[in-house]
């Protein structure tokens, strides 16, 4: 079993910062492949950011250039550093890491930005 336990969301107004964490726990032992997902009310789940095994990342165009993904392999605790956030980015931020042929995912972080 593994579990994700995401935090570091907020309210915060347009143009700030927030950092999201997922803290990975039980039968892992280091982060390869890991997305971030946000779904808005009304809204499919979207990807947002990936990073893989070599430590490529990928990112939806509407974040590119303000979101970095990031993991700690010491922590086993992933990222995702969101800078000059937007109203568009009120969402639930979900992390998901795929591990043996299961999709893992968190409960969510709620992120709201006031314009």
């Known amino acids: 079993q593994v579990q994700l336990v995401e935090s570091g969301g907020g309210l915060v107004q347009a143009g700030g910062s927030l950092r999201l964490s997922c803290v990975a726990s039980?039968?892992?032992?280091?982060?390869?492949?890991m997305g971030w997902y946000r779904q808005a009310p009304g809204k499919q789940r979207e990807l947002v950011a990936v990073i893989t095994t070599g430590g490529r990342t990928t990112y939806a165009d509407s974040v590119k250039g303000r979101f970095t993904i990031s993991r700690d392999n010491v922590k086993i605790t992933g990222y995702l550093q969101m800078n000059n956030l937007k109203a568009e980015d009120t969402a639930v931020y979900y992390c998901n890491i795929p591990l043996r042929g299961v999709s893992h995912w968190g409960q969510g972080t709620q992120v709201t930005v006031s314009s």
């Open positions: 039980g039968s892992i032992f280091s982060i390869n492949t």
